[in-house]
């Protein structure tokens, strides 16, 4: 079997690493159209659960990955000047880029060599393979040249978002929420190396007109964006890489296959970066595809195509209740202008339910401090 895999981000890099350790016999190509250590953003955060189930599926890549992880138990919101801890609710962090590099060991570690600077622009340059993996991110070439037969939908976000970092380490995972003259702005910020923090800034498109963003340069943006958060960036200053402003992109397609052609990570769907899975789930897909393929080979003169209906039958379900919750989660920042005038305690607890991933019943078991200070601070 000849497998061409588009894309050597997380999507593209583990599935290849997961093909060859699978045992398949299969030839696999990797191409990339940039250089090997170019990304985009900082760090980017896993729950503890992503976690358990990384361990459970793949315990070397957990143990590999672990130890260049920051770790924390509690979340803190900081609502209007009031800050919220919330306990029980364990996240880890690593940088986007070192992520990759551990990715990249891996696949070397099997005699994967990805082909980078090789930008693939058309399908039938990879004719003579049996499989294409789209793993080609949120532009994906191989669900774009067959958007129809997908049945690919794409939407944006109201939302603008703007992904910077900033050597403030700080102590947990915090979500800032200010008011300005403008309209509500949050930044999410979090520690993924000892001396360095994501920044990731968000507010709603009326915000970001009446602020003057869209005049603005890279430079008077920043120091705008310095200004708005000076007190949480404590003399620090943002860091750019590849930042500019964006509306998050919702993907989903009717169909995961077509043909030989198949997607996972990005290119198959997204999921708002406000509940922390993009990367977990471009992970879980290597695993459910390489499953998959395994499980049916030899069985049928289709096997491949029977193989990749498996997968998306397998997987499909587990996907959507994720991406349900990502969806909540983002129509929640979508209504942060309305939000941001409830009481900290009110707004804290409309934070944690905000996925509909935390069930009311199991707060007081999950986050017993907060619920303490939630119910002596509310009438709940
Ligand atoms: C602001 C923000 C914050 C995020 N935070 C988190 C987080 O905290 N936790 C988390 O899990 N996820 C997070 N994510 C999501 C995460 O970054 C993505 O889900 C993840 O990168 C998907 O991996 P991928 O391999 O599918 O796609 P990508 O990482 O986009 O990789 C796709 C690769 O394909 C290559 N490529 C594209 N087209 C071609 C072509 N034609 N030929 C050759 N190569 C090609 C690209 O260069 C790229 O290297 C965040 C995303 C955003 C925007």
Not at 104 to 123: C, F, K, T
Not at 272 to 293: F, K, N, P, Q, W
């Amino acid at each position: 079997m000849r497998v061409a895999v588009l894309g050597a981000g997380p999507a593209g890099l583990y599935f290849a690493y997961l093909l060859r350790r699978s045992h398949l016999g299969a030839e696999i190509d990797v191409f990339e159209q940039n250089p090997a250590d170019a990304t985009f953003g900082f760090g980017v955060v896993f729950s503890q659960r992503a976690l358990d189930f990384l361990k459970q599926d793949d315990a070397p890549t957990h143990d590999a990955i672990l130890p260049h992880m920051e770790q924390w138990q509690d979340l803190t919101i900081a609502h209007r000047g009031k800050v919220t801890p919330i306990d029980g609710i364990g996240f880890t962090a690593i940088g986007r880029l070192e992520l990759l590099r551990l990715f990249q060991d891996r696949a070397r570690s099997v005699g994967i060599e990805p082909h980078y600077n090789s930008p693939i622009d058309r399908l039938d340059a990879l004719d003579q393979y049996d499989l294409v993996v789209g793993a080609d991110g949120v532009n994906s070439l191989v669900r774009n040249s067959l958007a129809q037969e997908f049945g690919a939908t794409i939407s944006t976000l109201g939302n603008k978002f703007i992904w910077y970092g900033t050597k403030k380490p700080y102590d947990a995972l915090t979500q800032t929420f200010l008011e300005t003259e403008h309209g509500a702005v949050t930044a999410h910020h979090y520690r993924f190396k000892p001396d360095m923090s994501t920044f990731i800034i968000e507010m709603g498109g009326e915000t970001w007109e009446r602020s003057g963003f869209a005049q603005m340069g890279e430079t008077e943006t920043i120091e705008r964006c310095q200004e708005i958060f000076a007190e949480q960036l404590d003399g620090h200053k943002l860091i750019t890489n590849n930042s500019h402003w964006r509306n998050f992109p919702k993907i989903s397609t009717a169909t995961w296959s077509v043909g030989k052609y198949v997607l996972v990570g990005d290119a198959l769907r997204t999921a708002h970066y406000s509940i922390g899975s993009g990367t977990r789930l471009a992970m879980e897909d290597g695993i459910a595809l390489v499953r998959a393929l395994f499980d049916h080979r030899g069985e049928h003169p289709n096997e491949i195509r029977v193989a990749l209906q498996a997968y998306e039958a397998a997987r499909r379900p587990v996907v959507e209740t994720l991406v349900t919750a990502a969806n909540m989660s983002a129509d929640w920042y979508e209504r942060m202008d309305e939000l941001i005038s409830l009481d900290p305690y009110d707004f804290a607890y409309s934070y944690i339910q905000r996925s509909g991933r935390v069930a009311a019943e199991s707060l007081d078991k999950l986050s017993p401090k907060f619920m303490a200070a939630y119910r002596a601070n509310t009438a709940h």
